[in-house]
Structure formats: C-alpha cells, structure tokens
Nanobody
Framework: QVQLVESGGGLVQAGGSLRLSCAAS????????MGWYRQAPGKQREFVST???????SYADSVKGRFTISRDNAKNTVYLQMNSLKPEDTAVYYC???????????????WGQGTQVTVSS
C-alpha cells in the first residue's frame, strides 16, 4: 500500500507565498513522475505542475514564473513553492505520483487527500 500525504496549505494574502509538501510512503520500489493538481469550488480538477525523477519540469501557463516544483528522491517527497499568490489560486491542491511498488514492480498512479490553499484579496 502507498500513501501520499500533503501538507503546507493554509490562508495567505494575495502576493504572499506558501510551500506545499507531499511525502510518499509505503511499499515503494521507485517513483517516476510526481506532480500537483488543483480543484477550485465548482470547477474540474486541473493540472498545475509535474516533475520527472530526473528533474524535468512542466507547468500550467497560469502558474509559470510564480510556482516552482522540486523533489527529493531520497525522501520520496515533492514540493511546490508558490509565490505571488492570487485569489484565483484558491483551491484544494492534490499531490499525484506514478509509483512502482515493491509487490508488483509495476507503475500505479496515486493521489493524496488534498490540502486547502486560500488566497484572500
């Protein structure tokens, strides 16, 4: 079994910063891509950013230049540094990972439970 646990969400004023963390635990052999998605009230879940095991990154246009994704492979942890936050960044942020488990040595996609980010104007 694999679990993804996010932390670091909260309430911040527009222009402020937050750093999200997501730690994977369980029967992990290796982790390929890790990423972040978000879902605002009344909207569909949308892509925010991903990072490969080798460090290649991609970002949604709406967050480019403001958010930075990084990861620590030794800790099975991915981070999202969010700067210059805007009210429209308000959402539940979900961690996502492609995990190769020890039991199967096959890749399976996992989601975290989400962490709330609220940006006040």
């Amino acid at each position: 079994q694999v679990q993804l646990v996010e932390s670091g969400g909260g309430l911040v004023q527009a222009g402020g910063s937050l750093r999200l963390s997501c730690a994977a635990s369980g029967s992990i052999f290796s982790i390929d891509a890790m990423g972040w998605y978000r879902q605002a009230p009344g909207k569909q879940r949308e892509f925010v950013s991903t990072i490969t095991r080798g460090g290649l990154t991609s970002y949604a246009d709406s967050v480019k230049g403001r958010f930075t994704i990084s990861r620590d492979n030794a800790k099975n942890t991915v981070y999202l540094q969010m700067n210059s936050l805007k009210p429209e960044d308000t959402a539940v942020y979900y961690c996502n990972a492609d995990v190769i488990t020890i039991a199967t040595i096959r890749t399976r996609n996992y989601w975290g439970q989400g962490t709330q980010v609220t940006v006040s104007s």
